[in-house]
C-alpha cells in the first residue's frame, strides 16, 4: 500500500491533490450540514466555481444530496468518508510523522488529525472525535476524571458517545475563565458526566483571584471537597493555550502582556506559562490542579489544534513525558519543522 501511494504521488500528484480537495469537501459538510455553497466555500476556502463543480460531481457520484436547507451527506457518503479517511492518513504519511512528533515529545504517545485547525474548522471536531475514541477504552481504569475548559476540550466532550460509567466523578480542572458558560471547565465536567451516565462536582469560583482572598475561599469545606478530588484525579483532559492568547483571555493589561513577551512566554497550561526551554517564566494564583500534583496522574490527555499552537506543545517539559497527545498535521509538521 505504502509502495503504491509512493508511486500514485509522482506519477499523478494531481490525483492526490483531486482526492484530498473532495474529503475536505466531504468532511466540511459532514460536520456542518446542511450547508449552503457559499458558507462551503468559505470554509474551504475555495471559490463557489470550484466547491459548485466539487458538490456537483459527489452528488453524482451518490456521495452528496442537495436538499431545500443545502448540501448533505448520504449514507453512502458516510460510509466513503470513513475508508476516505484511512486513505488521507496514509497518503500524508501521518503514520511516519506520529512516529517522529512521539520521539521528538519523548511522549507516552501522540494520535494526529489531518488537516490544520488554523485553515480548517473542522479539524477541530476531528480532534474531538479522535481523542474522545482514544480516552473511551482507558475509562475502565478511571475514577476522577478532570477536564479543563476551552473550545478544543468542548470539541472532546461534545464528540464522546452516550455511555454507562456510573461509578466516575467529573470535576473541572479549574475555575471559570471567560464570558463563554458552554466553554467552561464546570459546564464541560457537568456535559461530560451527563453522557457517561456518572456523578459531577462543580467548582463555582473564577479561574484567577487575589492570593489573599484565594486562601480564604480554598479553606472553605465545599472547596476543600471539590479540590480533593481535582487533586486526586486518575484523568485530566486538557486543552494547551498559546501564552499570549491566554493572557488576553484572562484579559491581562497591555504592561502585563508586554511583559510576558518579554520573559519568552510561549504555551500555557493550568494558569502556568513557558517559556522555549521549558522554564515556568510566570503563574497566576489559579483556582484548581496544581503542577505539583499531576506527577500522580494516571493518564494525561493534552488536545490541541491549530500550527500556531505547535512551540506551546513543545514548551511543556515537565509534562510531555507522561501525556497522550491529540493533535492535528498542522503542529505536527511545525514541530517537525522547528526541531529540524
Known amino acids: 500500500m505504502d509502495d503504491f501511494i509512493e508511486i500514485l504521488k509522482k506519477i499523478t500528484p494531481e490525483v492526490v491533490e483531486i482526492l484530498e480537495r473532495r474529503y475536505d469537501v466531504l468532511k466540511n459538510v459532514k460536520y456542518h450540514q446542511p450547508i449552503g455553497r457559499r458558507m462551503l466555500s468559505e470554509k474551504l476556502k475555495l471559490s463557489e466555481r470550484i466547491v459548485r463543480n466539487e458538490v456537483d460531481i459527489l452528488r453524482s457520484l451518490g456521495l452528496l444530496k442537495i436538499t431545500d436547507n443545502g448540501t448533505i451527506l448520504t449514507n453512502e457518503g458516510e460510509e466513503l468518508l470513513e475508508k476516505l479517511s484511512n486513505m488521507v492518513y496514509d497518503i500524508k504519511g501521518l503514520e511516519s510523522l506520529r512516529q517522529t512528533v512521539k520521539d521528538i515529545l519523548g511522549a507516552r504517545d501522540v494520535f494526529i488529525v489531518p488537516g490544520d485547525a488554523d485553515t480548517n474548522p ?5 480532534l474531538g472525535n479522535v481523542a474522545s475514541k482514544v480516552i473511551l477504552p482507558l475509562l475502565q481504569n478511571v475514577r476522577i476524571i478532570a477536564v479543563t475548559g476551552g473550545q478544543t476540550v468542548k470539541e472532546v466532550v461534545d464528540n464522546f458517545p452516550v455511555c454507562s460509567f ?7 480542572a479549574r475555575g471559570g475563565i471567560g464570558q463563554e458558560v458552554e466553554k467552561q471547565a464546570n459546564t464541560l465536567a457537568a456535559n461530560l458526566a451527563k453522557k457517561l451516565g456518572g456523578r459531577y462536582k462543580l467548582l463555582h469560583l473564577p479561574d484567577t483571584m487575589d492570593e489573599e482572598i484565594y486562601n480564604l475561599i480554598a479553606k472553605k469545606e465545599e472547596v476543600q471537597d471539590v479540590l480533593n478530588d481535582i487533586n486526586n484525579a486518575d484523568m485530566l483532559i486538557f486543552g494547551i493555550g498559546n501564552a499570549i492568547e ?3 483571555r484572562r484579559k491581562f493589561s497591555q504592561e502585563m502582556i508586554n511583559k510576558l513577551c518579554q520573559v519568552g512566554a510561549i504555551g500555557e497550561i493550568f494558569g502556568y506559562y513557558f517559556d522555549r526551554e521549558g522554564n515556568i ?3 497566576t494564583t489559579t483556582v484548581g490542579i496544581k503542577l ?3 506527577k500522580n496522574i494516571k493518564y494525561m ?3 490541541a ?3 500556531h499552537k505547535a512551540e506551546a506543545v513543545l514548551s511543556l517539559n515537565g509534562i510531555k513525558h507522561s501525556s497522550i497527545f491529540v493533535i492535528d ?5 511545525r514541530i517537525v519543522d522547528i526541531k529540524r
Open 292 to 294: 505539583e500534583k499531576i
Open 281 to 283: 517564566v510566570y503563574s
Open 166 to 172: 456510573k461509578d466516575i466523578l467529573v470535576v473541572p
Open 122 to 126: 473542522y479539524v477541530l471536531k476531528e
Open 301 to 303: 490527555i493534552g488536545v
Open 246 to 248: 491566554m493572557a488576553k
Open 305 to 307: 489544534g491549530g500550527a
Open 329 to 333: 498535521e498542522g503542529i505536527a509538521r
